[in-house]
């Protein structure tokens, strides 16, 4: 069977599974809706929220799982804090069904977790509502638990952090009703092994125990039935561990509650159980007997006859597993071939886990029959566990040495079901737990998921190693040193994604240093795709998202994430007050600061969207962190929270300089020359020449001070420009980051629209203001999708045509003084036709006015022609211009320097009018060179627009293979000008692309010179 296959089938039994859940979620609402009270109704509805819940986390869909989760809390406040279930939680939970339905439907059919906006809405009602009804049973009870409660819903991780329930396994009332679960699900897992039923049932109740244990903070449980839920493929032997621990659990926490209580119901009572226990009695201390002479043949004889009789008790009671072990022993014996002695001790642990199988499944206490099979199983093997040690020792070094390794793994999974009832014997539980843990992972080695590799190896020798210890220390009446059991107990599971060359979940909070709230979440298919971005050599940062202000915001940054440019590998939900905020552990290619202009990109403010943290792999950290100027001026990122080193330079040098400037003007300020002058004169007796050298003293003063602040000024303007400068590059961005993700938006497109595209991008070393950057990318994805949709045809037309199957696709970017010109060309039949009436041509059409209306509020503008494709042009926005400033009448005008191409001072005789243009005046600056003049606006008046009949002043701008002599009154000086575009009405003025604050304080208009040159408008 293919792998294609196989995932088919897990996402048709998700989608199955899916919809009985979603089937029983919406029966018991309706069945609540008429009796709020039912409880039975409630646990049905919560189990059924539980599967579907757990289904989504099994196949890592995060989205869906979240709703799932939520409605959860909400189902799990009505079962267990009494929260009344009033008509508006009904009607939110039967809302989240159908969410949760839609969301099934679109994952099965796209075989992808559901987008997360999908999800963030219904969420944020959902966590609402249970925060005001944990609120509500705050506000109603003094209950200090209670409170506790509440305060901790404030900061909590809430879709897949579990809740600190702890203290709830102390509360009666919770115990009592844990003891209930437990009592139905230990009954039910006796009957199937009693019934030797399909273990796939029993290990249903084993996982329902278990989530009730967890709910419950019954730790000591959960922990125990862990490691069997673990298992690939769980075998008898280990349920029947399991079985014997559990109810040994049972007994040791419910013991002291009375009898009626806790006793679990059995399923077989009968006085003939305890006659066939009183029956054993005697052959079984004849074998202890008899075990002491193995080698003489008389011994053996007498053996095989005990055997006889006991399978004889075993068949009269339909005890076939424990005839089969009887059945072995003889075959052992019978063989002859001096190996029983071998054997003996193997039977001996079989016949006892038997034995005690067989009152574990009947429920009976073993104490009250005439032998205990359990006390008898862990006497055996305690008596037998030092020299288990030493044989796992030489197992472990046949195992180092490769030595017929399912042989010794089937011989150490032996000795580890051995030393487990040895532990529970002298009271070592830890250790005991440990052993399943290990036992699974051998399990797993024999049938070769994992390999036997030096991290198993050195986990068992370690559990060895504990082990003496803490048996060294019972012998000496000492407390055994748990610690370091408990620790072998917490690492031990990280071995089997180590044997299988892989990292835990805990590995890799560790190795990368994930937040608390991350801990205890990753998936296997998150911890896979960690993997893959581990050996890709990727990145990974945590991002934080406040979704719920801004629904485009939502959309953008899930459709940045869809683009490839990172990879979503988990994602927690947590409160801020009434707040709802998200973090994403993402793995990305991009650096630290490609990341930060990326979220920049999609919000400026930095207030929804911001880098939380950059996890650094402890295991490979960053060699050099210093950042190579290629590397940045290339990518042009700067945090926009935040200034740069040299803009707080020079700042500081401003403030400086401004505190000197306002000591000078001060200081002038308080001289009153014409007092000072006067005095003086006054003092000399109205004597010039004797007043003259001290008023000049008074003046050079002053003129030193007026000098000072001319300098400063001069040093001033200078700083202003380089802030200027380091402003805009700040805003400055590589078109690379608007055109590279082009690439999977199509793929995906072509994908939909079964056509065959490849994209190519030119200009992508462009700088833009990132303004622009955001402007452009509704549109150019729009004319991606009518390119592939209505322009490009299906491979096998393409073929017909004599086409490649394979459509290009260009999209040029090209810079001009003033503009940006963005082409989007493709080799499609170009079916769009603007003069066409067809339904699909003017559905087009439409799109096309609406993305040419945006551009024009813009001032841009948006060509489409059915053979060349799609051009966009757009002014350049913020954009720092080195300017000829120029007045004509009273406005005045920014001509860009890289344009002109001189200037000029012409006489009336080289003005001439040529006939054929109408009589419009040329410029001849030669007999053969004649330059047309083009007139701007001055004064807003009704005046008409009159040419030189004299000298004028004229400004020569070229473009192409045009040039224009643009009539001016005045130059006023070359600028450097930041340009802001046009807003408004104003966006409709021709020839004209922005504004700039001038020197003088005066507002000047940038001239479009590419406009003028082509259509020549006044």
């Not at 099965?108 to 009804?133: E, G, I, Y």
């Amino acid at each position: 069977m293919s792998d294609d296959l196989d995932i088919n089938e897990i996402w048709g039994l998700y989608a199955e599974e899916g919809g009985q859940s979603l089937d029983e979620i919406e029966a018991c609402l309706l069945i609540l809706q008429q009796t709020p009270n039912n409880s039975q109704a409630i646990a049905r509805l919560f189990r059924a929220m539980h599967t579907y819940k757990g289904n989504a986390r099994m196949l890592g869909l995060s989205a869906i799982e979240s709703v799932a989760h939520h409605s959860e809390d909400m189902i799990g406040l009505v079962r267990d804090d009494g929260v009344v279930l009033a008509n508006d939680i009904i009607d939110l939970l039967l809302e989240a069904t159908d969410s949760l339905r839609g969301m099934l439907e679109l994952s099965v059919a796209k075989k992808q977790d559901a987008p997360p906006h999908l999800a963030t809405k219904m969420c944020q009602r959902l966590s609402d509502k249970v925060a005001d009804c944990r609120l509500s049973l705050t506000e109603s009870s003094t209950d200090l638990a209670t409170e506790n409660v509440q305060q901790a819903v404030l900061q909590e991780s809430i879709i897949f952090e579990p809740i600190d329930n702890s203290a709830l396994a102390d509360d009666p009332v919770y115990r009592e009703i844990f003891r209930e679960i437990a009592a139905d699900n230990l009954q039910n897992i006796q009957t199937i092994l009693l019934n030797q039923q399909d273990l796939k049932l029993l290990s249903d109740e084993v996982e329902q125990l278990h989530y009730a244990a967890e709910q419950m903070g019954m730790h000591e449980w959960s922990m125990l039935m862990g490691n069997f839920i673990g298992l690939t493929e769980p075998d008898i032997e280990s349920a029947q561990i399991l079985s014997e621990a559990l109810q040994d659990l049972y007994t040791q926490d419910f013991s002291s509650l009375t009898e009626a209580t806790t006793a679990i119901s059995p399923v077989i009572i009968d006085d003939s159980i305890q006659e066939f226990f009183k029956q054993l009695q005697a052959p079984l201390s004849r074998l202890s007997e008899l075990k002491l002479a193995l080698g003489e043949q008389e011994n053996l004889q007498a053996i095989v006859t005990t055997a006889l009789e006991l399978m004889s008790l075993a068949e009269t009671h339909h005890f076939v597993r424990l005839t089969e072990v009887l059945e072995q022993l003889i075959s052992e014996i019978n063989q002859d071939d001096g190996l029983i002695a071998n054997y003996f001790p193997v039977f001996e642990f079989n016949l006892y886990s038997e034995l005690s199988t067989i009152i574990n499944n009947l429920a009976i206490d073993g104490n009250d029959l005439a032998i205990n099979p359990r006390q008898c199983l862990q006497h055996w093997c305690a008596e037998h566990l030092f020299e288990n040690l030493l044989d796992m020792c030489l197992v472990v070094d046949r195992l180092k040495r490769q030595e017929n390794l399912p042989a010794q793994c089937q011989r150490m999974m032996l000795l580890f079901r051995q030393i487990y009832h040895a532990c529970l014997h002298v009271g070592l539980e830890t250790a005991a737990q440990l052993c399943m843990t290990l036992l699974d992972l051998y399990s797993r080695a024999e049938n070769g998921a994992v390999a036997v590799d030096t991290m198993l190896l050195r986990s068992t020798q370690s559990f060895i190693s504990d082990i003496e210890f803490a048996l060294d220390s019972e012998e000496f009446d000492e407390s055994p040193d748990r610690a370091q059991l408990k620790q072998l107990l917490q690492v031990s599971p990280e071995v089997t994604p180590e044997n299988n060359g892989s990292l835990s979940s805990a590995q890799i909070v560790t190795r990368l240093g994930l937040p608390n709230s991350f801990h205890n979440i990753l998936t296997p298919e998150s911890i896979k795709t960690v993997l893959t971005a581990l050996e890709q050599g990727l990145q990974f940062y945590i991002i934080r998202a406040d979704l719920n202000q801004d629904e485009n915001l939502a959309d953008q940054f899930i459709t940045w994430i869809s683009e490839g440019a990172a990879e979503v590998i988990s994602n927690v939900t947590f409160y801020d007050g009434k707040e709802t905020l998200y973090d994403f552990f993402i793995a990305s290619s991009l650096s630290e600061k490609a990341i930060t202009l990326a979220l920049n990109m999609l919000d400026p403010t930095n207030q929804q969207l911001r880098l939380e943290a950059v996890l650094i792999d402890s295991m490979n950290p960053p060699l050099n962190t210093e950042i190579d100027p290629q590397q940045e001026n290339s990518e042009s990122i700067i945090s926009q929270s935040a200034l740069s080193s040299e803009m707080l330079e020079i700042i500081g040098e401003l403030v400086t300089g401004q505190s000197m400037a306002q000591h000078l003007l001060n200081h002038l300020f308080e001289t009153d020359l014409v007092y000072t002058v006067d005095t003086i004169v006054h003092d000399a007796g109205q004597q010039w020449h004797l007043a003259k050298n001290s008023v000049t003293q008074v003046l050079e003063s002053s003129q030193e001070q007026l000098e000072k602040l001319i300098q400063l000024e001069t040093h001033h303007t200078a700083l202003l420009n380089r802030l200027q400068d380091e402003a805009i590059r700040l805003r400055v961005r590589p078109a690379a980051l608007l055109l590279e993700p082009l690439q999977a938006y199509c793929d995906g497109l072509a994908r939909q629209a079964d056509r065959q595209v490849n994209l190519t991008t030119s200009g992508d070393e462009i700088e833009l203001d990132f303004s622009i950057v955001e402007q452009l990318k509704v549109p150019l994805r729009s004319l991606l999708q009518i390119c592939i949709n209505h322009r490009i045809e299906a491979p096998e037309q393409r073929l017909a045509l004599s086409k490649p199957a394979v459509a290009q696709i260009n999209i040029q970017l090209i810079r001009y003084i003033d503009h940006i010109k963005l082409s989007v060309f493709d080799d499609g039949s170009g079916v769009y036709d603007p003069q066409s009436k067809s339904e699909d041509d003017l559905s087009m059409e439409q799109k096309l006015s609406e993305i040419r209306q945006q551009l024009q509020i813009q001032g841009g503008n948006l060509l489409a022609t059915a053979s060349l494709g799609f051009q966009i042009t757009l002014p350049l926005a913020m954009v720092a211009v080195e300017g000829m400033v120029v007045r004509v009448d009273a406005v005045q005008y920014v001509i860009p320097i890289q344009g002109i191409q001189t200037i000029i001072r012409s006489e009336a005789e080289q003005m001439m009018q040529v006939s054929a243009d109408g009589g419009k005046p040329m410029l001849r600056l030669s007999a053969e060179d004649l330059i047309p003049i083009q007139l701007l606006a001055g004064r807003h008046d009704d005046q008409a627009l009159q040419y030189p009949t004299q000298r004028g002043l004229y400004v020569i701008v070229r473009g192409d293979q045009q040039r224009l002599a643009i009539v001016v009154d005045e130059l006023i000086g070359q600028q450097q000008v930041l340009i802001r575009p046009l807003q408004g009405y104003l966006a409709s003025i021709q020839g004209v692309t922005g504004c700039a604050l001038l020197a003088s304080g005066e507002v000047g208009l940038l001239l479009d010179i590419s406009h003028l040159l082509g259509l020549k408008l006044l």
